[in-house]
């Protein structure tokens, strides 16, 4: 039997690390090779982060962040594949998803940028990359977002079942997947308001365990009015990111609510945003699941899975409960996206992303000789 191995590359809207996956597809079966993780170096994860809430985008660093992040995805994967003896003459093909700075389907002139180019990757390393995987969707009318639902529905689909998928990482994003339909769209931040917040004032790139948050009060007025916002009210097809929901919208509703709020107050205020803002997404949805399974590294903030079981009806588990480990799906996801676009798959999203007809999902970077 002739391997197919993919390459999955994914760092998420929390901007952390970036996640590896090596998966080797054979026939109907999908092989985990191998899963490593690489921290995002500070000064690159610096840029990321303001770059993702600049008022203008600044061509020049933005230029500069792709290749330095194109140059550190090669060099995680050099190292990866060393870790599982592997060569690059194995590997059929790289999915690169990109770091997202700017997501803005809903503009006069829509657009995605992701950042971390792929030729860049391709030319480094020799081997066939996927990436702009949004860019053909918005161009034919979509959101560009979420993507994963379709590898949701792939990996996890069970014809007994309805089954709710929610990926908690710097956005919380759902995939409600039954036989009659798949839907999936961004239900609003997960940890990218909570890792700011906790930035700005303890420093340290997240609230460990979610102790800090736990420690403070809800302020039911502040959480009423961010939740009034348009986008808890609009409905999916939709998609959002950090450049939305970042410390420039917090500031806004804190100015509008005027009173003084501890620090810990407000990080408990938005943990139960957090929350909230899933709890109420999937009681807008007639669906029969009796589970969630969570992924992502929101799964690892206890005060936040608490909110969040006490605010729906489902039992909470991970997707570990189906096999698949609940921190690499998303580089998994990939994998796989990669692998249909070398085989010439065409998707039809208009239910996920509001597309108007079937897309090829990734560009095609091959190695420059």
């Known amino acids: 039997m002739v391997d197919n191995i993919f390459i999955g590359l994914m760092t998420g809207t929390s901007a952390d ?18 899963l490593k993780n690489y921290d995002i170096p500070d000064k690159l994860k610096d840029q990321i982060k303001e770059n993702t809430q600049a008022d203008e985008l600044d061509s020049i660093k933005i230029k ?30 790289i999915g690169s998803h990109g770091q997202t ?21 391709s030319n480094i390393l020799g081997i066939k990359t996927i990436g702009k995987f949004r860019d053909d969707d918005i161009a034919s009318g979509g ?14 689909f069970n014809s007994l079942e309805e089954r709710i998928i929610a990926n908690i990482g710097g956005i919380t994003n759902i995939s409600i997947i039954s036989d009659q339909e798949l839907i999936g769209f ?3 931040p ?16 997240y609230d460990k365990d979610g102790i800090w948050a736990k420690s403070g009060k809800v302020n039911n007025y502040l959480l009423e ?15 959002t990111g950090p450049d939305y929901f970042n ?49 992502g590294g929101g799964i690892h903030n206890l005060d936040l899975q608490e909110r969040i079981k006490k605010n729906v009806e489902q039992t909470c588990v991970t997707t570990s409960e189906l096999g698949v480990n609940p921190d690499y799906l998303e580089a998994i996801c990939f994998a796989w996206l990669a692998k249909q676009r070398i085989d010439g798959i065409k998707f039809d999203m208009k239910k996920i992303t509001g597309s108007n007809k079937e897309v090829y999902l990734g560009k095609v970077f091959d190695p420059v000789k």
């Open 17 to 34: 690390s970036l996640d590896c996956a090596a998966i080797n597809f054979l026939d109907d079966e999908m092989c985990i090779l191998g």
């Open 64 to 93: 500069e962040l792709d290749v330095s992040l194109g140059i550190f995805f090669s060099d995680s994967v050099k190292d990866f594949l060393k870790s599982l003896s592997l060569d690059k003459e194995q590997i059929t093909a």
């Open 101 to 121: 700075i700017k997501h803005e389907p809903q503009s006069i002139n829509p657009f995605s940028l992701q950042v971390g180019d792929p030729q860049i990757v």
């Open 143 to 156: 959101q560009g977002a979420p993507l994963s639902p379709i590898f949701h529905k792939e990996v996890f």
């Open 186 to 188: 961004d239900t609003g």
């Open 190 to 205: 997960g940890n990218c308001l909570l890792d700011a917040w906790h930035k700005e004032n303890l420093g340290g790139d």
């Open 225 to 239: 009015v961010m939740l009034n916002d348009e986008y808890f009210k609009s409905n999916y097809p939709k998609s």
């Open 247 to 295: 410390l420039r919208w917090l500031r806004r509703y804190l100015e509008e609510v005027n009173q003084e709020i501890t620090a810990n107050d407000i990080q408990a205020t938005l943990a139960e945003l957090t929350a909230l803002s899933l709890a109420n997404s999937l009681n807008d949805i007639d669906h029969k699941s009796e589970y969630i399974y969570f992924c």
